[in-house]
């Protein structure tokens, strides 16, 4: 069965760190995109970062530049987002999802398999 499974999400407050992981069980991550987005509550689902495959090509929404990191572990077969100086507006239900296809990586929700989701809140 193929599977995507996030972990890390929390409560953190203001200015805070957390660290989400994103894991593959029944296939292997190397020759796939990974996608992070967000979805709050009354809100559409985001981009936040993707990695291309390969590992070359990163690209993050402008909410977040400077703050998150994503990276990749395919040794592991897990994506990580290091996500540091959180603030309130990061709060969210967070996925990962994996894709195939593309020299880079899309911003857009074009990917075929998904995660359920973390729960990240900032808050004090």
């Known amino acids: 069965q193929l599977q995507l499974v996030e972990s890390g999400g929390g409560l953190v407050q203001p200015g805070g760190s957390l660290r989400l992981s994103c894991a593959a069980s029944?296939?292997?991550?190397?020759?796939?995109?990974i996608g992070w987005f967000r979805q709050a509550p009354g809100k559409e689902r985001e981009g936040v970062s993707c990695?291309?495959?390969?590992?070359?090509?990163?690209i993050y929404a402008d909410s977040v530049k400077g703050r998150f990191t994503i990276s990749r572990d395919n040794a592991k077969n897990t994506v990580y987002l290091q996500m540091n100086s959180l603030k309130p507006e990061d709060t969210a239900v967070y996925y990962c999802?994996?894709?195939?296809?593309?020299?880079?990586?899309?911003?857009?929700?074009?990917?075929?398999?998904w995660g359920q989701g973390t729960q990240v809140t900032v808050s004090s």
């Open positions: 999802a994996a894709g195939s296809g593309w020299l880079g990586c899309p911003m857009a929700p074009n990917y075929d398999y």
């Open positions: 029944g296939f292997t991550l190397d020759f796939h995109a």
């Open positions: 990695i291309s495959r390969g590992g070359g090509i990163t």
